[in-house]
């Protein structure tokens, strides 16, 4: 089996199978994006994960360790795929790892005429994902993605992440939902 079928094989076994796929391909990557509805597996939210970040080794890490990253809505906005996708291959386009507690702004083709500026990198918050061992001897790590406006990422620009969070918490802001409005209006 491949690395590829090992992480399909590793959300199906946690989530079932998906309900919709997408594929996106930008030069030589091809990050893929799975979507399942809301259910009691999924935490209550539509969930959409990357498939096939972890074909790629991270820049600067051990060749063994690889990432894949998902996000929550409600409702669902499919219109994640594509941004969540681009979150995915990032890595390799940036030369740079992602750590939780990182932020990605969004290029403006992305961000224009839709809330979405750019997304917080964190561990999960549970755990419904944990690292995957694959056959061959490599490990993947799944992150959250946290949507963010544009004023988020400049105040966590600024203040720093920590600060963003405790806004977020302090204001009870429901990341998850497709429809929220910034931390800051």
Sequence with gaps: MNQHQDVRQFYSSKLGEPVREALFIKGEYKIGVLKWDASVATGGVALYATLGSSDYPLPGRDLDHRQEFFIGFAPEWDDIAEPLAQLGSYAQYRGVSLESGHILRLPGEHAEGAW????????????????AALAD??????LMAVPLYADELNFAATYGVEALRDAMSRDNIPFWKSSRQSTFR
């Design 137 to 142: 001897g490599r490990h993947v790590e799944f």
């Design 116 to 131: 979405l500026g750019g997304f917080l990198v964190v561990a999960p918050y549970d755990d419904m994902f944990s690292e």
